[in-house]
């Protein structure tokens, strides 16, 4: 009983995150170039934090490449509180 409400609450959280990255697709198409720009230099700066504070970007990049949207989901709720709260 235990796995069937389980496996249905992780495909409502990977439904979230589809939905949740179809409206960031759909912000980002209707960007002029300035605001693009300033979500490339925002994201710069964010991978650049997280490589000081020891992250593998392009090692992570590649692990999530090669993982199911259930599997991403996993792994972002794995990053500790301390790490998050770094990147701001």
Do not use: Y
């Amino acid at each position: 009983m235990f796995q069937w409400l389980k496996r249905k609450l992780q495909l409502k959280a990977v439904e979230l995150q589809r939905q949740d990255i179809q409206r960031f697709l759909a912000l980002l198409k209707g960007m002029t170039d300035h605001k693009m720009g300033m979500v490339v230099a925002v994201a710069t700066g964010i991978r650049l934090r997280m490589e000081e504070h020891g992250h593998d970007i392009e090692a992570e990049m590649e692990a999530v490449n090669s993982a199911t949207a259930e599997q991403c989901g996993q792994v972002m709720m794995k990053v500790p509180l301390e790490d998050r709260v770094a990147l701001r």
